[in-house]
């Protein structure tokens, strides 16, 4: 032993010199990872990928190769309408063909793709496009209507390109240039020579929905999409191949459809666009016309669905094997419900905006037998590679990974935001700690990379100086059978700070809240229970399908809503 220590290549070590310090430079060439690389790659090499989008009509389908010829043919009209490296080109769109052409078009000619939210308020689609500064909008002639009354307070915008067949003069009549998308591309070249951009630079950016307050602008490099992708598209995330249609339910305007697009034209999975059929009934056909093998969308989404084909057991959604569900917590029994009454495994994912959003998936281990698959589905699943995750307590001390101690979720990596678009420092310091991003998320992690969110830190309900969980809460409601929806807020109270008002909707068999508190009994420790009850035919949304509980704030407050103590 000792004779191999001390000699190196035949020489004693004393006798061998190193080269102490200084970092050795790898072999590899430098190449950018770059949009432009993910649409000449799948335009290419899975040519015969498709892209569905459900029409009035049925459905129409385009082929990648299609796609990316469209795409060179967008980029050349967009370059002669002037657009430039680092121009913001917007759109206000459903999922289509059509946006996903500009959605490589715009980031692999050096311009920046930026998706408006069109189910915000106008003032703030207004706010947030005149923020972004952008020049050109590619709008769908469904969303004209909606569009039109906005545009004379969109200060930057020049041009206005319609996708589909809408009289353009409304537009003019504005003063702002308008033309057809069809007719911009037509007799354009149908390749392109794309730059070769730092991966580094704007590929894209969205706003978050503002749920917690104002919307802010985040920016995705090249790089970071590019790399989202790969991550996103693993065997233990969403695990897309060639072999996959994927149903992207997610709108493209949140977090880029959680890079759908773009992760579909890395593996070749074909893509099915619902356009702007997204109620149960059209969604639901499309689904057995299409025949779509994976879903990504937010739980309620999914949870009006199940009900729909409940209700309808002719529909035929047997194609459907994998659903992913993110951007609010999916409640355990629909998860259950898809598993046993329909064979489809039902995994949930946690991201944000900031994250572009892939954090977490819930893929269950191999061999975790029917309750381990289910503990873990219970939760939103583990780490992805590249997001390094801490758990904050409110002393800024670091918490242990025991599945026990909670705490405020920070993240860090390659495709979560340093910063916001176009904020100064002091504006989003307390969003910011030594480089990990504020996610303003409570929960615990385990061991092995589990993450179980309890809260949002504004929606986590303190109760005489302990926390209750809504989420749990809520959880557990939906599990009772005459339940459809349940959606649980802190409200002021005097004795103990805050206690939790519970806001359900029922399926129509009548129950009353002390039916609904003996249930919750059986599950979650007495003081946790809720004593205030509200019963309501519908529970309003946000914009991305999550549970507005700003608003059933307000109207607590405003005393609107009726109020059952149990
Ligand atoms: P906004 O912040 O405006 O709601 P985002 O879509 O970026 O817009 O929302 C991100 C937030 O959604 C997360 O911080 C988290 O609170 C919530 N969220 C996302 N996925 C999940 C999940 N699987 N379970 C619980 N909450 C989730």
């Not at 703030?124 to 002639?141: K, L, Y």
């Not at 002393?395 to 495709?415: A, C, K, M, T, Y």
């Amino acid at each position: 032993m000792s004779l191999v220590l001390s000699v190196c290549g035949g020489r004693p070590i004393s006798q061998v010199s190193f080269r102490v310090g200084g970092p050795v430079r790898s072999t590899m060439q430098d190449a950018g990872l770059q949009i432009r690389g993910l649409l000449e790659h799948g335009s290419r090499v899975f040519a015969t990928s498709t892209i569905v989008t459900a029409t009035a009509e049925g459905h129409s389908t385009a082929t990648f190769a299609k796609a990316g010829r469209n795409a060179a043919r967008l980029a050349h009209a967009l370059r002669a309408l002037g657009v430039a490296e680092g121009d913001r080109v917007a759109t206000f769109m459903w999922n289509n063909q059509q946006h996903v052409e500009a959605y490589f078009a715009v980031p692999a000619m050096g311009a920046v793709i930026h998706p408006l939210n069109i189910r915000l308020f106008p003032q703030q689609v207004v706010h947030i496009a005149n923020h972004a500064e952008d020049q050109v909008v590619i709008v769908d002639d469904s969303l004209l209507p909606a569009f039109l009354p906005m545009l004379s307070g969109l200060s930057s915008v020049r041009c206005v390109i319609v996708n589909g067949s809408a009289d353009l003069s409304a537009v003019r009549a504005q003063g702002v240039e308008a033309y057809s998308y069809d007719m911009l591309l037509r007799g354009q070249p149908d390749s392109y020579p794309w730059p070769d951009v730092d991966e580094r630079s704007a590929a894209a950016m969205c706003y978050t929905s503002g749920t917690t307050g104002d919307p802010k602008g985040v920016v995705y490099s090249h790089r970071s999409i590019y790399l989202h992708s790969i991550a996103a598209t693993l065997p233990d995330a969403i695990a897309l191949s060639r072999r996959d249609l994927a149903l992207a339910v997610v709108p493209q305007f949140h977090v880029l459809a959680w890079s759908l697009p773009y992760a579909a034209f890395l593996t070749g999975a074909s893509l099915a666009m619902p356009d702007r059929f997204l109620a149960p009934e059209p969604l639901a056909a499309f689904i057995a016309a299409v025949r779509p093998t994976k879903g990504l969308g937010v739980p309620t989404v999914w949870g009006n669905l199940l009900r729909f084909v409940e209700a309808h057991p002719e529909i035929d959604i047997s194609s459907m094997k994998e659903i992913g569900s993110g951007g609010a917590a999916t409640p355990e029994s629909m998860t259950r419900a898809y598993a046993e009454r329909h064979g489809i495994t039902l995994m949930q994912g946690w991201g944000m905006t900031e994250t572009s959003p892939l954090g977490t998936f819930a893929r269950p281990l191999a061999g975790a037998g029917a309750e381990g698959a289910s503990a873990h589905r219970a939760g939103q699943g583990r780490f992805c590679a590249g997001v390094e995750a801490r758990l904050i307590d409110p002393h800024d001390e670091v918490l242990p990974w025991d599945d026990i101690s909670v705490g405020e979720l920070q993240v860090r990596g390659p495709w979560v935001t340093g910063s916001y678009y176009g904020e100064d420092a002091g504006t989003q310091a307390d969003r910011f700690s030594d480089g990990w991003l504020r996610t303003g998320d409570v929960g615990r992690i385990s061991p092995d990379g589990w993450l179980t969110l309890t809260d949002r830190m504004k929606d986590v309900i303190k109760s005489g100086g302990e926390w209750i969980s809504s989420v749990e809460l809520e959880n557990h409601l939906a599990g009772h059978p005459a339940v459809v929806e349940a959606c649980v807020i802190g409200v002021p109270d005097d004795r103990w700070g805050e206690r939790p008002l519970a806001c359900v909707v029922l399926a129509g068999d009548p129950v009353d809240a002390s039916e609904l508190k003996g249930f919750l009994g059986d599950r979650i420790a007495r003081w946790q229970l809720p004593e205030r009850w509200v019963f309501l035919p519908a529970i309003a949304m946000t914009t991305t399908g999550k549970y507005d509980k700003r608003a059933l704030r307000e109207q607590y407050a405003q005393e609107a809503l009726k109020v059952v103590m149990a």
